[in-house]
């Protein structure tokens, strides 16, 4: 079974002169330790994609399925969004937007804390987490302390903290060189394979698509799922 399962999305944004039609019939499925990339033109509606899969926003027609939950059905949410996002969902985006005044740590901790899940426990997963990403002696560095990779590494330690089984990440290498951007995909990677995460990643980045299982393009709302230069699915 696919762990993300979208068909036939549509969003239109505005009315009249204003409107913009950004997803068109858009069916997408996603297994699990699948790492699948979306690629596609400023403006073509990957993040308008990723936010419906997401839960952040809700498409006017279709649904979507987040393993065994069908959170919409024909556009009309079935489940408690913030729940599902809090306890299901990793999100990383362009910026690590951690909170500036936690140190790297308790930024991490930040996401068991939502969830009643703080404590002492939580506090070594935690910890365990950011060594896991090489940041073992980084943990009570603030942000502003952090180079950007190693702050994009902490807010990916924050989107895998719950251990979701999706994680969702828009453009999470846009702030980082060559080098990083690869390092960030293949730790993503790695993650998908060691635990069955199914992953979707927006990038630019065509340097970076060997990481992928799975590569869809969009195109003014219309996605396409195009076949992979080195198909291997690593599952
Ligand atoms: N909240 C909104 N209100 C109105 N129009 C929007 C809104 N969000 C996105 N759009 C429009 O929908 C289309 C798709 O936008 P989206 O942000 O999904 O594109 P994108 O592929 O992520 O682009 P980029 O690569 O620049 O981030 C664009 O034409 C955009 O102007
Ligand atoms: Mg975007």
Do not use: C
């Not at 080098?179 to 730790?187: E, F, I, N």
């Amino acid at each position: 079974m696919h762990v993300i399962e979208a068909q036939g999305l549509w969003k239109t944004y505005g009315k009249g002169e204003t409107e913009v039609v950004a997803l068109r019939d858009v069916s997408l499925r996603v297994s699990r330790g699948e790492v699948a990339a979306l690629l596609g033109p400023s403006g073509s509606g990957k993040s308008s994609l990723l936010t419906t899969l997401g839960l952040l926003q809700f498409p006017d027609r279709g649904s979507v399925r987040i393993g065994e939950l069908e959170a919409v059905i024909e556009g009309r949410l079935r489940v408690d969004a913030a729940r599902v996002r809090r306890e299901r969902i990793g999100f990383v985006f362009q910026k690590a937007n951690l909170i500036p005044f936690l140190n790297a740590l308790d930024n991490v901790l930040v996401a068991f804390e939502i969830n009643n899940r703080g404590g002492r426990e939580a506090r070594q997963r935690a910890a365990a987490l950011l060594d896991y990403l090489g940041l073992a002696d980084r943990l009570a560095h603030m942000p502003d302390e952090l180079s950007g990779g190693q702050q994009q590494r902490v807010a990916i330690a924050r989107a895998l903290a719950m251990e979701p089984p999706v994680i969702l990440a828009d453009e999470p290498t846009a702030a980082l060189d060559g080098r990083r951007s690869r390092d960030v995909m293949q730790l993503f990677r790695r993650v998908a394979h060691e635990r069955g995460t199914a992953v979707v990643i927006v990038t630019h980045d065509h340097r970076t698509l060997d990481a992928f299982d799975t590569v869809h393009e969009m195109e003014d709302g219309v996605l396409r799922t195009t076949p992979h230069p080195s198909a291997a699915p690593a599952h």
